[in-house]
């Protein structure tokens, strides 16, 4: 087995629970609420943004050229991604510099936080929320066609070059665990999972700092 399979294995129930997400399912039939999407648009920017400086630590940790080879593409990918969030933003009147919620903070600082343990450790949660976000866009797109308002964003996450991608990052995981994650790998996995869902779940409800006393 490869590393990318003992992971997912180990976290089927809740994978199977992001790419059949309320959110993800309408999207992908066309009955997501205006303000869901708006939602998703500002605080995925901020993800966005925390997630290339994650990117560019963890490929100064890279062990060798092949390694940054596939990092530094998905780095170079990041510039046209956040131009697309700031031209949807613009069109749809949005503010980018909203405070995120808090499930999206924590998991934005969690990524940027993880490569102080170590590369492997850091590329497991890369690998995690790259191929979590591939699942659930291609999800999408089963459903959606070309004429979809998101069909932009579908493509970016679902289309043949990110899939490639991603493909890169689970060959790069197995060979730095030599195909067996360790226990602090499987550890940010599972949470990068949680995480993931609890990012739809914070959406989809429109999670606010707002609580009651
Ligand atoms: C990604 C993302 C993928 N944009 N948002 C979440 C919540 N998880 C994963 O990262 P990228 O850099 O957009 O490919």
Redesign the pocket.
């Known amino acids: 087995m490869t590393a990318a399979a003992v992971l997912m294995d180990a976290n089927r129930d809740l994978w199977d629970r992001i790419t059949a997400h309320p959110f993800v399912r309408a999207a992908a039939d066309g009955t997501l609420p205006r303000e869901a999407f708006d939602r998703w648009v500002v605080e995925?920017h901020y993800?966005?943004v925390g997630?290339?400086r994650f990117?560019g630590r963890l490929l100064e940790l890279a062990p060798d050229e092949p390694a940054r080879d596939v990092l530094a593409g998905?780095l170079a990918?990041?510039t046209p991604?956040l131009e697309l969030f700031r031209r949807e933003a613009a069109d749809r009147g949005l503010d980018l510099d909203a405070e995120p919620c808090p499930t999206?903070l924590g998991?934005t600082a969690y990524c940027q936080a993880a490569p102080a343990d170590g590369f492997a450790v850091g590329l497991t949660v890369l690998y995690g929320?790259?191929q979590?976000?591939h699942d659930a866009w291609a999800a999408v797109r089963a459903e959606a066609g070309e004429r979809s308002p998101y069909w932009a964003f579908i493509d970016?996450?679902s289309g043949q070059a990110?899939a490639d991608y991603v493909t890169d990052l689970a060959a790069l995981l197995d060979r730095v665990t030599s195909g067996a994650p360790d226990a602090a790998c499987r550890r940010a996995f599972s949470r990068v999972v949680s995480l993931?869902l609890r990012?739809w779940d914070a959406v989809h409800a429109g999670e606010t700092w707002e609580r009651d006393r």
């Open positions: 995925d993800f966005v997630f290339r990117l998905g990918a990041i991604e999206n998991y929320a790259e979590a976000y970016n996450w990110f993931e990012f």
